[in-house]
């Protein structure tokens, strides 16, 4: 799959898997994707520099540190960001 056409599975994998991103751990296809979704994304490219700041804060961040309830809010927010 080389083109984004549902933003909304896209954010959700995105955040999913963003501590991965972060660290480098996905496949370069993957990490292409997923580049290409941020250029048109506004709410994920917030959510990428939120997690950046978070981590050079907290020096780490793992999976168990993001919350479902956060989690849910933040794809709440993406929907209304990319509905403009
Ligand atoms: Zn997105």
Known sequence: MTTVQDDDLACQE???I???????ARAAA????FG????V???CRRYLDQMRT?????????????????KDQLLRLFREWNRT
């Open 41 to 43: 994304c506004e709410g």
């Open 54 to 70: 978070t981590i050079r804060v907290a020096g780490t961040l793992t999976e168990e540190d993001l919350e479902p309830a956060a």
């Open 36 to 39: 290409a979704h941020l250029e």
């Open 18 to 24: 963003i501590t991965d991103y972060l660290e480098g």
């Open 14 to 16: 995105l955040v999913e």
């Open 30 to 33: 993957e990490r292409e994707r």
